[in-house]
């Protein structure tokens, strides 16, 4: 891509330093009779496993911190004409829970080049929100959306752009393959874990009735090996090989995760 398209005092870049991959996102402002819109015009992405890398104590060992400055520093390339007000850079839970964060984050924003930002999980949920309802049409109609990622997972309701209720925890892709599937078999003792018990009632609780859709590339990804495994759940419902936690709150909710789109969110029916 040419140089002259990535500047320009309508740019703006997110990073995104998840507990899995770590990703770059370039767009342009555009301003018209719609209104204001943000048009991607280039992304990288990075597959680190930060989460991987945390021991039993929380620690972040140096594999994964080395896999994670040398993606910045390749992000910091491609940014290096921005001005720092144009970027946004965001840690999510591996950051938040890491003890050794503080110091590896000193060396992350020297090879990036901006300052990261470790934010909450509200604030997480939040952003993962704001960026599906602006791929879902405005129709006033009360909508959950389910963003799995490495180290958490986060469940919102809102209506068009604005959220009624947030909810993150602890418990990612990467996190439970490695504590539940460390060998990379499912089985079932393994996957029905009695902590997804306590988590599926709060999430029945909280978000029956709605209208659920999973907005990461993880959930289209487990959508997908769903289809393919036919992996049968204990509750008799559509077959899947999501993790015990996600699957019971799909159980609970009477849905099953299907893919409607190869490239967009993925709604749960």
Not at 20 to 34: E, P, T
Not at 110 to 116: C, E, H, K, N, V
Not at 157 to 185: H, I, K, M, N, W
Not at 251 to 261: D, K, T
Request: charge should be positive; charged fraction near 25%; hydrophobic fraction near 40%.
């Amino acid at each position: 891509m040419n140089e002259a398209t990535l500047t320009g005092p309508k740019l703006l870049a997110a990073v995104d330093l998840g507990s899995n991959s770590f990703r770059l996102m370039i767009g342009r402002v555009l301003v018209d009779g719609a209104g204001t819109r943000i048009e991607p015009i280039d992304s990288l992405k990075r597959s680190v496993r930060l989460a991987a890398g945390l021991d039993d104590k929380n620690w972040l060992d140096a594999a994964s911190q080395a896999r994670a400055i040398e993606a910045l520093a390749r992000f910091g390339e491609r940014l290096r004409s921005f001005a720092p007000e144009a970027v946004r850079a965001v840690g999510t839970n591996t950051l938040r829970v890491a003890r050794n964060a503080e110091s590896f984050l000193a060396t992350a924003e020297s090879a990036l080049g901006f300052p990261i930002e470790v934010i909450s999980g509200h604030e997480e949920a939040r952003l993962i929100y704001l960026g599906a309802a602006h791929a879902l049409p405005a129709d006033g109609r009360s909508r959950l959306v389910v963003d799995i990622g490495g180290g958490s997972t986060e469940c919102i309701v809102g209506v068009d752009r604005e959220t009624s209720a947030l909810d993150s925890a602890g418990t990612g892709c990467v996190v439970l393959s490695q504590r539940y599937f460390p060998d990379g078999s499912i089985t079932r003792s393994a996957f029905w874990i009695p902590a997804s018990k306590s988590a599926c009632l709060r999430a029945d609780s909280k978000y029956r009735s709605r209208s659920p859709i999973s907005s990461s590339v993880t959930g289209r990804r487990y959508a997908r090996r769903a289809r393919d495994d036919r992996i049968s759940s204990a509750h008799g419902s559509s077959s899947t090989s999501l993790p015990g936690r996600h699957v019971k709150i799909c159980a609970r909710l009477g849905v099953s995760p299907r893919p409607v789109a190869s490239n967009g969110p993925v709604r749960l029916t």
